[in-house]
């Protein structure tokens, strides 16, 4: 390739600098968009550059990597204009007290952790679809949606979580989700799984290697478990909430159906070895 001249390398540089302008223009007025309908902005996110914008973090080419949004925020949030954010990893918005519809697709392909927390005040709505599950980007670590008015089933068999090799922690607390919930779809990273405060019924199918799991947390229902010595490996915590001596699970070894500190007891690691199998 022949080497470029003086004159072909300025015309270069001043093309590159108006895309990098482009693009500063692109995020300026995606961030304006998500937070437009906010009615309680940081004085900060009006008339301000993004890199003096609070809670935005910027990476070494000035693209936004990082969202960490106050608490508290009022009004509605349009978390579409997350797609605009190509380079963004993290997403944080914790106890908020937003209304009105909530959706979670078309986010940047990139993203390693989306927290959308609501507040008890929190008047979101919207649904969990395996639409909505196809769209979360694959690199997603960590994945918190509680308190968000959330309809759907995100746990139903139907739906396929194995594409998510890196996913550790997912909280879909306190929403509106119900049916019966299946953890056959999800893949071995996962560490921590919370759907407490959810009208689900019928049953919880635990029968599954997930050999990384260590805490779960649940509503009362009824179970069908087949937990084996894998399974309770890095086991510390099965909680459910409200408490019950009710939830039993199904003893592999004997066939017996017995109650959830039953079988820990019997077969989980010994409190020396740091386990913390509780009844909550």
């Not at 139903?156 to 056959?184: C, P, Q, V």
Request: a negative charge; glycine letters at 6%; one cysteine or more.
């Amino acid at each position: 390739m022949a080497e470029l001249s003086a004159e072909e390398r300025k015309t270069k540089i001043l093309e590159d600098l108006k895309t990098l302008r482009q693009a500063d223009l692109v995020e300026q007025s995606a961030l304006e968009l998500i937070v437009s309908e906010v009615t309680n902005k940081d004085p900060s996110w009006v008339d301000r550059p993004l890199e003096e914008w609070n809670g935005i973090k910027l990476d070494g080419v000035g693209r936004v990597q990082s969202i960490a949004f106050p608490e508290n925020l009022n009004g509605k949030i349009q978390l579409h204009g997350l797609f605009f954010l190509e380079n963004l990893k993290t997403f944080t918005l914790e106890d908020h007290s937003l209304s009105g519809f909530i959706t979670f697709d078309h986010l940047p392909r990139g993203m390693e952790y989306l927290v959308c927390k609501g507040s008890a005040s929190a008047s979101t709505h919207g649904e969990i679809t395996s639409r909505t599950i196809d769209y979360l980007p694959s690199p997603l670590r960590t994945l918190c949606l509680s308190r968000n008015g959330l309809t759907g089933n995100p746990l139903d068999e139907s739906i396929n979580w194995r594409r998510f090799y890196f996913l550790e922690s997912i909280d879909l607390s306190h929403n509106k989700f119900d049916g019966s919930a299946t953890l056959e779809k999800f893949m071995s990273p996962l560490e921590e799984l919370n759907i407490e405060g959810n009208p689900y019924s019928g049953t919880l199918h635990l029968g599954v290697v997930l050999p990384n799991l260590r805490k779960l947390t649940v509503p009362e229902l009824q179970f069908t478990a087949d937990f084996d010595d894998v399974h309770t490996k890095k086991m510390q915590e099965i909680a459910v909430r409200p408490p019950t001596t009710t939830v039993m699970v199904k003893d592999k070894k004997t066939g017996q159906e017995v109650s959830i500190a039953d079988y820990l007891s019997k077969y989980c690691q010994p409190k020396k070895e740091g386990c913390q199998c509780v009844l909550q």
